[in-house]
């Protein structure tokens, strides 16, 4: 008589049982976004509003009053799409960290695999993200919007590091803050960060000139090689390439000026590296300390 395979108690077998219990995992979407519009007048017309708002502050803040609309073509453009994979990000990651925890209830009561709540996270996250990029593409397609190929697969490549690298680290602090709950505070603060440590409100030739003015040629090209080596930037990058270029007129020309060099040879194929590195560092950590789960809970 065949014997099923014995598993230790409070562990499962990581993403795979995730792909394997996609009926839980719509559930689980389904249930958060039930929960979070449950009383809202506008329901899942906040996925508009509030980015809505947030690129209105912006686009005065620094398109009128600092100049930028003078400096960068179709800047509203420019900046809507690293917004909306900002935006994406943040509240991927946000959610994600807060999954384990708050779903505690359900963790203590019933076994099932603990990697479906980040990941249910992020995806409900995707849901919000999907009414962003139309938005976006409808201003593409009046600024002019002409993509190739190429541009479609840059922004295919930018969501998916962007996925990724919520995933892991969502999996990471989801994990880790059972046991801290300090950790949130830590995650709030790495996603101020984030708007304002990826081009989303400015150009990358910004930060090479103003790292080479401050540290010199040398130590400047260091620092500036270590900023465009953040998969988040290299993320937004990507957007920039697929949706602003092509309704811009100088950067057909002069495409180094517009995009980082080797933005597709060299930075995308570091950026799903790194974002899959994270990925497993994430999974290897969460299944470390899942064990414990249900008594720390």
Known sequence: MATAELMTPGFGGGLRDVLR?????????????????????????????????????????????????RNTENYPIYLFSGIVLINYF????????????????????????????????VWVSAVHFVPQLVVLLIACVIGGWNPGPVQLAAAVAGFTIVTLLAVGLGLFFGAVNVYFRDSENFVD???????????????????????????????GGVLHTIYQANPLT????????????????????DQLQAVPPDILDLWTPIGIATAIVVL???QFTFRRLEGRFAQEL
């Open 21 to 69: 219990s996609r009926y839980l995992l719509r559930l689980l979407v389904a249930k958060e976004l039930k929960v979070r519009y449950r009383g809202s007048v506008l329901g899942l017309l906040w996925s508009y509003v509030k980015p809505g708002v947030q690129f209105i502050v912006f686009w005065f803040a620094l398109g009128i009053f600092l100049g930028m609309n």
């Open 90 to 121: 943040n509240e991927a990651l946000g959610n994600a960290a807060r999954s384990i925890v708050g779903n505690g209830g359900l963790i203590k009561k019933i076994y099932l695999p603990r990697e479906l709540f980040p990941v249910a996270s």
């Open 189 to 219: 603060m790495l996603l101020m960060i984030a708007t304002w440590a990826s081009p989303v409100l400015y150009s990358w030739t910004m930060v090479r000139d103003g790292l080479f003015d401050a540290f010199g040629a040398s130590t």
């Open 234 to 253: 290299i993320a937004v990058e990507l957007f920039h390439f697929a949706f602003w270029m092509p309704t811009t007129t100088s950067p057909r020309t």
């Open 280 to 282: 497993i560092v994430g």
